[in-house]
């Protein structure tokens, strides 16, 4: 049981460049996240899902994209990075909004 | 906005000592959850409340909810260096948003 998985666990971009963040979990959750931590602050909410083929908007959705084909994989799409989104990035999951949140070791974005 | 405020932001204290940390909020939740990350480390769930509860414990933690002044505390008693972390609490508002908003978090620093 490997819980909640990402990668790549470190990368570096240039501005402009695209990119997809992977995320899988194996609990058969429904619900499942993405957040970004900048430096000595809490999490923002980018998008998160209930249930295969089903997402919607956090607080900073702007720049990024979800899809959810599947219960198992939530990938996070950077559509063309910019040095704002220099962050670290973690995905989450839960049976439901409602239940704790299991975390992933996070991806640490480096956009130059 | 929607987001849970934590205080202090940093807490130093000596093993042995109890810590304690608080949220507040301004609307109406479902639950308070509370998160500890160690540095640079994913999050890792403590204790989650419901609003119909008004208190609960887990080891050396107790969790209080008073939402009649929006508030949650969080309490370390006999803390250990090892407790040095930030900790976060997450705040699932009602009105069917689904969505799990963070606060800023309290550093706390627990010296031997």
């Known amino acids: 049981n490997a819980g909640v998985t990402q990668t790549p666990k470190f990368q570096v971009l240039k501005t402009g460049q695209s990119m997809t963040l992977q995320c899988a979990q194996d609990?058969?959750?429904?619900?499942m996240s993405w957040y970004r931590q900048d430096p000595g602050m809490g999490l923002r909410l980018i998008h998160y899902?209930?249930?295969?083929?089903?997402?919607d908007q956090g607080e900073v959705p702007n720049g990024y994209n979800v899809s959810r084909s599947t219960t198992e994989d939530f990938p996070l799409r950077l559509l063309s990075a910019a040095p704002s989104q220099t962050s670290v990035y973690f995905c989450?999951?839960?049976?439901?909004?409602?239940?704790?949140?299991?975390f992933g070791p996070g991806t640490r974005l480096t956009v130059l | 906005s929607q987001q849970g405020e934590e205080d202090p932001q940093a807490l130093s204290i000596q093993e042995g000592e109890n810590a304690t940390m608080n949220c507040s909020y301004k609307?109406?939740?479902?639950?308070l959850q509370w998160y500890r990350q160690n540095s640079g480390r994913g999050l890792v769930h403590l204790i989650l409340?419901?609003?119909?509860?008004r208190e609960k414990h887990s080891g050396r933690l107790r969790v209080t909810l008073d939402t009649s002044k929006k508030s949650s505390s969080l309490l370390i008693t006999a803390s250990r260096a090892a407790d040095t972390a930030s900790y976060f609490c997450?705040?699932?508002?009602?009105?069917?948003?689904?969505?799990?908003?963070f606060g800023a978090g309290t550093r706390l620093a627990v010296h031997p």
């Open positions: 997450a705040i699932l508002f009602s009105g069917g948003y689904n969505k799990l908003i």
């Open positions: 989450a999951s839960g049976g439901t909004a409602n239940n704790e949140q299991f």
């Open positions: 409340i419901r609003s119909n509860e």
């Open positions: 899902s209930v249930g295969a083929g089903i997402t």
């Open positions: 609990m058969n959750h429904e619900y």
């Open positions: 609307t109406s939740i479902n639950n």
